[in-house]
C-alpha cells in the first residue's frame, strides 16, 4: 500500500494526475453530505474528480453510521 497527500490547492487536479499515473480504473470519493447525494456535485474538487478530464469513472460511496462498535452492514 502506497500514500500520497495531495496539497489542499488543487486537490481534485492532483487526485486525477495521480490517478492517471497509476494508470486507474476507478477513482473513489466519499460522499460527506448526510441528506443528498446531489449535494456532493455543488462541491468543486468532488464535481471536477466526477467529471475528470482524464474520463476516469468516479464512485461516490455514501457512509454508513453504525452505532456499535464492530458491527457490519452485511452481519448485524
Known sequence: MTTTVAPSSGFDKEVVKLAIGMDADLIAIMNLHKNSIFSSMTTNYEQYIITNDAKIPALVVNPID???????VLFS
Do not use: A, I, Q
Request: charged share 0%; glycine share 14%; net charge neutral.
Open 66 to 72: 453504525l452505532n456499535t462498535y464492530g458491527s457490519s
